[in-house]
């Protein structure tokens, strides 16, 4: 086969691999499809050297493929914490639906319908809006909105 007949099917090889990349993801098959094209179109601008143009141009445009994929990988995975569970309460408001106390724990409703066991340092009457300031256990201590400080009364 003549050296344009290698590169016509090299470059079919390569659109190939890089369409059946949109059904197996992952960028392997891209970035190989892509060295395919890189040498091809190699081996049709140096054909009096066809092989090693063709192998010099794929290695060159596979490894620049495959370095961005690992530097689109990379900044890909960088997770952000998102707080679960009764961590994610603190700093929330919620309404008193049992008065709470010093020496008599009470209840809360969080914005989201959730009911916790509170307790706060003076007596909080029934619709009082509260922020949870921290956790003991499994109750919630809360304060009152207007009492709560400013580094702990997010809304959300």
Known sequence: MSPTAWSVLF???GLVLIGLE???????LGA????????????????THFWLAFTLGFAAVALIAVVL???????SEKT?????GSEAILGKEATVIERTGEGSPGKVRLASGEVWSASSQ?????????????????????RPVAAASPTSSEEG
Do not use: D, K, N
Not at 22 to 28: D, S
């Open 11 to 13: 470059l079919v090889i």
């Open 22 to 28: 949109a059904f197996v993801p992952g960028g392997i």
């Open 32 to 47: 190989v499809g892509a060295g395919f094209l890189g040498g091809a179109v190699a081996g049709l601008i140096f054909h």
């Open 69 to 75: 994929l690992a530097r689109l990988y990379s900044r």
């Open 80 to 84: 952000v914490s998102v707080p679960v």
């Open 122 to 142: 003076a007596p909080i009457e029934v619709g009082v809006r509260v922020t949870v300031e921290r956790l003991e256990g499994v109750r919630a201590v809360v």
